[in-house]
């Protein structure tokens, strides 16, 4: 197929771009490299520097046709969100209309989104279904969710095969390509670098949750694992129809569990610090997976310990990121 990857210069689009490549698809990544990385652009991918801001020149990217689109370009950061939602509209709801315009008129009619458990917001039931009410409390969960519903009423109208896919939380990494953000705000990562010494310490935000532990849990998933859900999405994808599906393993770790996995795994210790929780974090995120198992044919192989050890194999070899 020929597929192009919006995004593919960051941390899951670039990984998802290699996995298409190695199966022989012809790929182009349309990247601004904003936040994005030029060396995280797989080997045999074609590359496209574009800001899908920028109508006219995602026309031109468009214009010699493509079989489908996966859309990961996006601003993701939750408190830049709340600080600048206009950022966020601008940034993930402007820029996917102009995709949707473009496709359109090129007459690619198929879409994998990246989208996100964010729409949720602080969900009344845990494990998170698909038929949770989506409720973001903050701008970025509303831009994807905008993004969702837009996607809905171009299958309604034009008949898009459109899937979106709401991650939680992301963690590995798939050599030669891993994770390298500025600033960085996922905590495996975040740990990993109080391991290497990088980092002072990591601090554990809310230690009275009603969790086991005290502290918050959340649902990992290997990056690997993901971009495998995409390439199922992308045949799965039907005209007329926009389809959602939850990517998470189905099971919950705490802040706490996390911290001791990282240091069993990297045989490293670190200093931890217990402060207040942060404002909007919900005790518990962990995704009922049963729709992407049934739907996609998908199933989640990776451990949490999978994903630390590739995330610091991936560190140590990387040790300051792409920059080097």
């Known amino acids: 197929m020929r597929l192009l990857v919006t995004g593919g210069a960051g ?24 936040r994005g990385h030029r060396d995280a652009v797989p080997e045999g991918a074609d590359f496209v520097q574009a800001d899908l801001l920028d109508l006219d020149a995602v026309r031109a990217a468009l214009a010699s046709g493509f079989d489908g689109v996966l859309h990961f370009a996006a601003l993701a950061l939750v408190e830049e969100s709340v600080a600048h939602p206009e950022r966020y509209y601008r940034g993930n709801v402007v820029a996917t209309l102009n995709l949707l315009d ?5 007459g690619i009619g198929r879409i994998v989104f990246s989208s996100t458990c964010a ?18 409390v903050n701008s970025y969960g509303n831009s994807k969710l905008a993004v969702d519903r837009m996607l809905a009423d171009e299958a309604r109208a034009h008949g898009l095969a459109a899937v979106s896919l709401r991650y939680f939380n992301v963690a590995g990494a798939n ?11 996922h905590l495996i990562p975040l ?22 532990d005290g502290s918050a849990v959340r649902d990992y998933i290997h990056v690997d694992d993901l971009a495998r859900a995409h390439l199922l999405a992308l045949e799965k994808a039907e005209p007329g129809r926009h389809d959602i599906y939850n990517l998470g393993s189905g099971t919950g770790y705490s802040v706490r569990e996390v911290i001791d996995a990282v240091r069993r795994v990297t045989g490293r210790d670190f200093q931890v610090r217990e402060q207040e929780r942060r404002p909007g974090d919900p005790p518990r995120l962990v995704a009922a997976n049963a729709k992407a198992r049934a739907g996609l ?6 451990s949490l310990d999978d994903m630390i050890a590739d995330a610091w194999a991936w560190r140590q070899a990387h040790p300051q990121g792409y920059s080097a």
Do not use: C, K, N
């Open 175 to 185: 050599e030669p390509l891993g994770e390298d953000h500025e600033p960085e705000t």
């Open 11 to 34: 941390y899951i689009g670039s990984i998802v771009a290699q996995r298409l490549v190695a199966r022989g698809d012809d790929v182009t990544v349309l990247d601004s490299l904003d």
């Open 102 to 106: 473009a496709m359109r008129e090129a």
């Open 297 to 302: 044919e998908w199933t989640p192989e990776r």
């Open 191 to 212: 740990i990993l670098q109080a391991a290497a010494g990088t980092r002072e310490h990591i601090s554990i935000f809310g230690t009275d949750y009603p969790t086991p």
């Open 119 to 136: 729409t949720y917001g602080e969900p009344e039931t845990v494990p998170i279904s698909e038929d949770e009410p989506a409720t973001p």
